[in-house]
């Protein structure tokens, strides 16, 4: 497992390092590794001992306690993933640290569309394991650009994908496409590791692997995913961990596990909070993302003010909807409309057009 995954770990670079189009030089030096998945390139390792080992102790430590966030407090790891963060973090720690500061502005691009989109803005770091952030990045099965699209599922987002024009290459407009892919599959699968999988794989495999299993639990169902899919979730969990200072979130977790740690934790609202926000109650199959999407609301803010609202939605029952007094009047507002999508997702699996 150690040798599939230090192959399939990264995306490389070839040097001069490029983002979004624009060369970097001496960002690496050494000798390449290539990965398993593409035609990209990263330079060894070259961290000394001691930040290794100390790093590699916080991830051990990690896996014995659990941490607080903003949407609950997650399991550290899930004892089937702590040997391949381990490795992840002594090989290629450093390195990654480093993407992230060099590539931080279009990190920050990213999140502030994934957040326009209702989406969690840790799924930035999907992009950062795909390609390394790097926009003319290409795959020898011809998936290309930061978010490395296939040419038909680009279209399908609405991309432009020709001769002379590709905006798979064009890091605010493949952004937008991917966060209308990633709702779409999120609108299928409720379960955000199983999303990964399918980004990476394709929704067929995925759900080929859950009528094997007879389960819908990714760490169940994961050996009947190819290799490269399921080791592509380990590598984002992995990521989300190493730059997030050791936090998980909802997008590191199964969908059980998401609904158990919100059913055993309350969340409490702060004063201001309360006084500054609304109630109201609804009725119907809404979805939380399409609302904040339609809200312009992070996502962790809209699940803090209103958790297990897919699930109780679901269930049938009437639910007491929590926003912010401005975001109030703003679903008033559009409330026939994002019903309308909610349903449209949850009826074609897709989002409408709109998205």
Same mark, same amino acid.
């Given at each position: ?35 398993? @998945? ?8 070259? %961290? ?15 896996? $014995?306690? @659990? ?36 590539? *931080? ?44 699209? $296939? ?5 399908? $987002? ?19 496409? %991917? ?23 394709? %929704?067929?495999?995925?759900?080929? %692997?859950?009528?094997? &299993? ?24 992995? @990521? ?10 909802? @997008? ?5 596990? #998401?609904?158990?740690? &919100? ?7 702060? #004063? ?8 109201? &109650?609804?009725?119907? *199959? ?6 904040? *999407? ?17 699930? &109780? ?43």
């Amino acid at each position: 497992m150690l040798k599939g995954f230090i192959a399939g770990l990264i995306s490389l670079f070839l040097n001069p390092f490029t983002y979004a189009g624009k060369h970097i030089d001496g960002f690496f030096s050494g000798k390449a590794i290539y990965s398993d @998945t593409a035609d990209k390139r990263i330079d060894s390792v070259s %961290a000394s001992t001691a930040q290794v080992n100390d790093t590699k102790q916080q991830f051990r430590n990690l896996y $014995m306690s @659990t941490v607080s966030s903003e949407q609950g407090n997650y399991q550290q790891l899930n004892p089937m993933a702590v040997s391949f963060v381990d490795d992840y973090v002594e090989k290629f720690g450093a390195k990654i640290e480093g993407i992230k500061e060099t590539g *931080r502005p279009y990190l920050d691009m990213m999140e502030n569309i994934l957040e326009e989109h209702g989406l969690p803005a840790e799924l930035k770091y999907l992009a950062l394991i795909e390609s390394n952030l790097n926009s003319n990045a290409r795959s020898g099965v011809g998936a290309v650009g930061p978010w490395q699209f $296939m040419p038909a599922t680009a279209r399908n $987002m609405g991309l432009k994908v020709g001769n002379k024009i590709d905006e798979r290459k064009d890091v605010y407009k493949s952004t937008h496409a %991917a966060s209308k892919y990633l709702t779409q599959l999120f609108g299928i699968y409720g379960d955000w590791l199983l999303v990964i999988a399918a980004y990476n794989g394709g %929704a067929g495999k995925v759900n080929s %692997a859950i009528k094997k &299993s007879g389960s819908r639990d990714f760490w169940t169902l994961q050996s009947y995913l190819p290799t490269e899919s399921k080791n592509h979730v380990k590598k984002f969990i992995a @990521t989300h961990y190493l730059l997030e200072g050791g936090k998980g979130g909802i @997008t590191t977790v199964t969908k059980d596990e #998401a609904r158990n740690v &919100s059913s055993s934790s309350t969340v409490t609202l702060t #004063a201001d909070e309360l006084a500054n926000s609304k109630t109201q &109650s609804i009725s119907g *199959r809404y979805n939380s993302l399409i609302i904040a *999407r339609h809200l312009i609301m992070d996502i962790s803010e809209f699940n803090k003010m209103n958790p297990d609202f897919d699930k &109780s939605i679901a269930s049938g029952n009437a639910y007491q909807l929590r926003l912010p007094n401005g975001k109030m009047e703003m679903f008033l507002a559009k409330k026939p409309e994002i019903l309308n999508e909610s349903m449209h997702l949850l009826l074609n699996g897709t989002a409408s057009s709109s998205l």
